[in-house]
T-cell receptor, first 113, second 118 residues
Framework: QQQVKQSPQSLIVQKGGISIINCAYENTAFDYFPWYQQFPGKGPALLIA?????SEKKEGRFTISFNKSAKQFSLHIMDSQPGDSATYFCAASKKTSGSRLTFGEGTQLTVNP | EAGVAQSPRYKIIEKRQSVAFWCNPI?????LYWYQQILGQGPKLLIQFQNNGVVDDSQLPKDRFSAERLKGVDSTLKIQPAKLEDSAVYLC????????????????FGPGTRLLVL
């Protein structure tokens, strides 16, 4: 009920390409879906987040697509850059559980120059 | 605005020893979380505080882990005695409040403490 499943585990794209990471959740009570970016030796940092009342949110090169009926959401990184190379985590939370985050397993993204 | 501070950054101990981690959240943030991140996995919640009260410690191994949040500000997480499987990064995060706005919802993470148990 609390799981968030993320794929792929690793992803290699060329500079300028599109990176796509997918997540699926089980608990329909989740009401907040953030994506976090983590560089080696650093803590996760919020990248972009969405609530289930919208199907898409865009911030710069980063877009979240959300499909409530399928219980899936994805992160699209347009014009991927070598500086985007990091580990990306999707997560989900619900207010009734104190907004604690349930994380996916992570995707290690490598953008080749 | 200063971020979430954690210390130490690295710790190496032998099994059965004890260890303590310290976290100073962002000023004014009422909610504090401790997460455990095992290598190659996503962070998993250990305990959540609202001010100085525990909200959720259902996933904290209470036979060996303990945590407290003094005066609703700093927090310490202790492991006693440590096991090999406790090797992980321990992340502290804080959140401003209980409201539903985006700024209040965002959890800000510290750099973590990397623990190696030998």
């Amino acid at each position: 009920q609390q799981q968030v499943k993320q794929s792929p585990q690793s992803l290699i794209v060329q500079k300028g390409g599109i990176s796509i990471i997918n997540c699926a959740y089980e608990n329909t009570a989740f009401d907040y879906f953030p994506w976090y970016q983590q560089f080696p030796g650093k803590g996760p940092a919020l990248l972009i987040a969405i609530r289930p009342d919208v199907s898409e949110k865009k911030e710069g090169r980063f877009t979240i697509s959300f499909n409530k009926s399928a219980k899936q959401f994805s992160l699209h990184i347009m014009d991927s850059q070598p500086g985007d190379s990091a580990t990306y985590f999707c997560a989900a939370s619900k207010k009734t559980s104190g907004s604690r985050l349930t994380f996916g397993e992570g995707t290690q993204l490598t953008v080749n120059p | 605005e200063a971020g979430v501070a954690q210390s130490p950054r690295y710790k190496i101990i032998e099994k059965r020893q004890s260890v303590a981690f310290w976290c100073n959240p962002i000023s004014g943030h009422a909610t504090l979380y401790w997460y455990q991140q095992i290598l190659g996995q996503g962070p998993k919640l250990l305990i959540q505080f609202q001010n100085n009260g525990v909200v959720d410690d259902s996933q904290l191994p209470k036979d060996r882990f303990s945590a407290e949040r003094l005066k609703g500000v700093d927090s310490t997480l202790k492991i006693q005695p440590a096991k090999l499987e406790d090797s992980a990064v321990y992340l502290c995060a804080s959140r401003k409040g209980r409201g539903g706005t985006s700024s209040q919802e965002t959890q800000y993470f510290g750099p973590g403490t990397r623990l190696l148990v030998l």
